[in-house]
């Protein structure tokens, strides 16, 4: 498929990214050090790191809710660092697709409802959401829940909605974070195949932040962060090189 | 973001939290009750008065003999009904004589109209056959009917000659007619009626039926019984009959163009001279016109007050409203920031909020307007008017509760669009 190697695309560019909290303050604190990494079409890409390695702060500049302090970070050839918040909205709105590790549904409304909102946020006609919603909550094996409040659901199956949630406008990249941090060993299966059910059936780009390594070898390709830079990388890479 | 999926979120919110959102919206309740119901009081007083001011006359000016209280101010003084309170032996020489009205008319002939004077004789009851009706034999002055402005149905008014002759001649009212003779004027006109009164038999022929109205005025004085129509005679007959030569009180009909006010208070001074050596008596004056015009100061006064009140009540209701708001924000901040992520603009949390609070407060302006109609019905009933809600103040009310959401959403709006995604995420 997109592992013939020069149909590959570079999704994502993290070029030397730099994070540093509480500039100009004595407590000033440089979190990433600069790291360069890029992703590809179609990549299935675990981060792993201990807590305090910096893979959170990685995550959070990738799915554009921060900005570097320096470094160059590219998205489909968008380069972000001028886009004001709006734009950032967009982007995020667009191209990415988050899944927190405790869900984050919106209380008191249901399924359909949650997986209809990036859309709402992104203008599209009712109609056509509600149509888009109830396709992709079948997809991830909700179809009979979709009028459930969050309140209603066990952990696995919020998230599943969450997923669903997540390529309601088929974004560029799924960025999960800790997905199955909060499910016991059975469930968190069940998403961790959904993930790659996503990954091989439907060509979605995947990046899982996690602190497990178990899980990570799982996927195509493994970054291991530490200490706020990238001491190891495999698999990813070969295809790349082409 | 779509305006309508703003309102079915805001509405789910407060869903979520119908208590809640009801004391929120109590202090809006009274707010805006109290407003439409102190309209709703002074649009029917005002409908009323000028109702009163059309059967009443806004030109006649109320003469009537009064105990000389020198503390007594004149303007508190507006709504005494010309009545005298007779159990202090107040003697037919107290009183206005004619020749102090002759000389009224004769001095202020630019500006007086006509005269008005009555003498109430008795209350008796006219029968035809089966048939009653009850009456207030009343004798009037040709100005009478000029202040009151009485129309005929049928026949004529009493003439110069009956009154200067005092015949026995009257003017029953039209419903009278309807009652004992089947609603037929022409006919009654020239009929004998006789009924008891002063312990005798009286008899009169009917010159004239005149067109009855029940004044709002009467209503009120007299509550719903029938009390029935009055019977007019001439003033002459009437003074013959109670041996009475003097009056205790009598209206002025002022000319077009006069102003009653000054009319009324002429004539006070014109007549009061004839009561400089009188103990305890004096003359006053009363004019429609000054009785519409304190009262509309007045009801000017409590609509002031309570607005205030009101005013107050509002900003106490719309700073409830902030306040449950920042409560809200708080409780949602990981909302928020799971909006934001999924690509909510500060743009659209600030309008969802702001939706939000303009949804408590629209529901509660709506149901203070609900509240206040009825509360200002039920008060204008108590005082006796017909309630009649003011339309504009109705849609001030609701476009000023909106105004407040807006207003006072608008903080907490902006707390909640300011949020930084990524704490407002790991809140907790």
Redesign the interface.
């Known amino acids: 498929m997109n592992q013939t190697g020069e149909m590959q695309k570079k999704i994502l560019q993290l070029q030397d990214i730099h994070k540093a909290f509480y500039i100009g303050k004595p407590n000033e604190l440089e979190i990433l050090h600069g790291i360069s990494m890029d992703v590809f079409d179609g990549q299935f890409v675990s981060v792993v790191g201990a807590s305090g390695s910096g893979k959170t702060t990685l995550m959070?500049l990738i799915?554009l809710?921060?900005r570097p302090t320096s470094g160059k970070y590219l998205i489909e050839d968008i380069d972000v660092e001028d886009a004001t918040?709006?734009e950032l909205?967009?982007i995020?709105?667009?191209k990415i697709g988050?899944v927190?590790q405790?869900y984050?549904?919106?209380?008191?409304?249901n399924a359909l409802k949650n997986v209809e909102?990036?859309m709402?946020?992104?203008?599209m006609p009712a109609g056509e959401r509600r149509e888009r919603a109830e396709y992709l909550l079948e997809l991830v094996g909700m179809s009979d829940r979709m009028k459930h409040m969050p309140e209603e659901l066990s952990g696995g199956q919020k998230q599943r909605v969450a997923i669903a949630?997540s390529l309601a406008?088929d974004p560029t990249i799924v960025l999960a974070d800790e997905p199955t941090g909060a499910l016991d060993s059975k469930t968190g299966r069940v998403v961790m195949d959904l993930f790659h059910k996503l990954n091989k059936e439907q060509g979605k780009t995947v990046i899982l932040i996690t602190h497990s390594t178990e899980l990570a070898e799982e996927t195509e390709r493994i970054v291991t962060i530490s200490d706020g830079l990238i001491t190891g990388e495999r698999g990813g890479s070969n295809h790349v090189i082409s | 973001m779509l305006f309508l999926e703003n309102i079915r979120m805001a509405v789910t919110s407060l869903k979520a939290n119908k208590t809640r959102a009801f004391l929120t919206m109590l202090g809006i309740i009274i707010g805006i009750s109290s407003v439409i119901a102190i309209m709703t009081v002074g649009n029917s007083l005002s409908a009323s008065l000028s109702d009163s001011m059309q059967s009443m006359g806004a030109n006649n000016v109320e003469v009537y003999i009064t105990r000389k209280t020198p503390e007594i101010d004149e303007k508190e003084n507006g709504i005494v009904f010309g009545t005298v309170d007779r159990s202090k032996k107040i003697t037919e020489d107290d009183l206005i004589t004619d020749e102090m009205i002759t000389n009224l008319l004769k001095d202020f002939e630019d500006s007086i109209e006509a005269i008005s004077a009555t003498e109430d004789v008795e209350s008796s009851v006219v029968k035809s056959g089966t048939e009653s009706a009850s009456v207030s034999v009343m004798g009037v002055s040709q100005g009478y009917f000029v202040a009151n402005n009485v129309k005929l149905k049928a026949g004529s008014q009493i003439s110069a000659s009956d009154a200067s002759g005092a015949r026995n001649v009257c003017m029953v009212s039209d419903q009278l007619v309807d009652d004992l003779y089947d609603g037929d004027y022409e006919a009654t006109v020239g009929r004998q009626i006789s009924m008891e009164a002063l312990n005798q038999t009286l008899t009169f022929t009917v010159v004239g039926v005149y067109e009855y109205h029940k004044t709002q005025m009467e209503s009120m004085l007299v509550g719903s019984g029938s009390s029935g129509t009055n019977l007019y005679i001439p003033l002459t007959t009437a003074k013959r009959l109670t041996h009475s030569r003097n009056y205790a009180y009598f209206d002025v009909v002022g000319k077009t163009g006069v102003d009653p006010d000054r009319l009324a208070s002429k004539v006070k001074t014109y007549l009061q001279g004839y009561y400089r050596s009188n103990a305890y008596l004096t003359v006053d004056t009363f004019s429609m016109a000054t009785m519409v015009e304190s009262m509309t100061t007045m009801m000017g006064t409590i609509t002031l007050a309570i607005s205030i009140i009101a005013g107050i009540a509002l900003l106490v209701g719309g700073i409830g409203v902030m306040n449950i708001m920042l409560v809200s924000i708080t409780e949602r901040t990981r909302e928020i920031g799971t909006r934001k992520a999924l690509g909510a603009t500060n743009g659209s949390i600030r309008i969802q909020f702001i939706t939000e609070a303009m949804i408590i407060c629209l529901i509660g302006g709506a149901i203070g307007v609900g509240l206040g109609i009825v509360m200002g019905a039920v008060a204008a009933k108590a005082l006796g008017y017909a309630a009649s809600p003011s339309i504009g103040s109705i849609i001030g009310s609701l476009v000023f509760s909106l105004a407040i959401g807006v207003f006072f959403g608008y903080y907490p709006a902006n707390k909640a669009a300011k949020m930084n995604p990524i704490e407002a995420l790991r809140y907790e």
């Open positions: 959070n799915g809710l921060d918040d709006d909205s967009y995020r709105n667009q988050f927190f405790t984050n549904l919106v209380a008191k409304t909102l990036p709402l946020y992104a203008g949630r406008n």
